[in-house]
């Protein structure tokens, strides 16, 4: 069964604070791995796809990378404007749906 | 701005009330989606048009009721709802169905900001 499960469920960070978040899958087949952004009372914000391992994304402070069995966000220097909740969701299989995960919710403190 | 936009954004209902969601794309997409958002709860795929024809239908109960006209319009009519029902709805367009063959970047699902739905 696909699955995915991001870790951890929610960060908190001192502004400057550099971490990384982790979306952990399981698929038959990848076709793709996604990460949206959302923030509260909104819908989520395409910010990367990736297709296969190796392969590595970069947006201002986030950097997105994948393995065979996971993907990270790297979150350098995180700035107060980051705080949202991360999803991470993948595609696979002859319909290519969606699968995602439940998203960590970052915080950044200044 | 993503180019995906819903109305209403937010919606109080009873049970036993009739309403319908309304979602609209300005991208030129030919595929789109109903998702349901549940607190604690990943993103829940309901239904998937491609080229205004239903290909998926996620095992949604019937008071759930999709309706594409057109490539650019979605609708979700909601009828003798549930309490449990309440939650964000999220639309999404992508240029291809995924179940589709073609280049890379063209199956990316862009989101509208969600209808909140709350249920009584």
């Known amino acids: 069964e696909d699955q995915v499960t991001q870790s951890p469920e929610a960060l908190r960070l001192q502004e400057g604070e550099s971490s990384s978040l982790n979306c952990s899958y399981t698929?038959?087949?990848?076709?793709?791995l996604f990460w949206y952004r959302q923030d509260p009372g909104k819908g989520p914000e395409f910010l990367f796809t990736?297709?296969?391992a190796g392969e590595e994304k970069e947006k201002e402070r986030l950097k997105a990378t994948l393995t065979k069995k996971e993907s990270f966000l790297h979150i350098t220097a995180p700035k107060p404007e980051d705080s949202a909740t991360y999803l991470c969701?993948?595609?696979?299989?002859?319909?290519?749906?969606?699968?995602f995960g439940k998203g960590t919710k970052l915080s950044v403190k200044p | 701005e993503t180019g995906v936009t819903q109305t209403p954004r937010h919606l109080v209902m009873g049970m036993t009330n009739k309403k319908s969601l309304k979602c609209e794309q300005h991208?030129?997409?030919?595929?789109m989606y109903w998702y349901k958002q549940s607190a604690k709860k990943p993103l829940e795929l309901m239904f998937v048009?491609?080229?205004?024809?239903?290909?998926e239908n996620n095992s949604v109960p019937s008071r759930f009721s999709p309706e594409c006209p057109n490539s650019s319009h979605l609708f979700l009519h909601l009828h003798t709802l549930q309490p449990e029902d309440s939650a964000l709805y999220l639309c999404?367009?992508?240029?291809?169905?995924?179940?589709?063959?073609?280049?890379?970047?063209?199956?990316?699902?862009?989101f509208g900001p969600g209808t909140r739905l709350l249920v009584l």
């Open positions: 999404a367009s992508s240029q291809i169905y995924p179940g589709l063959a073609g280049p890379a970047g063209q199956e990316t699902q862009y």
């Open positions: 698929v038959s087949g990848l076709r793709g």
């Open positions: 990736l297709y296969s």
């Open positions: 969701a993948v595609q696979g299989g002859s319909q290519g749906n969606l699968i």
């Open positions: 991208l030129g997409h030919n595929a």
């Open positions: 048009y491609s080229l205004e024809e239903r290909v």
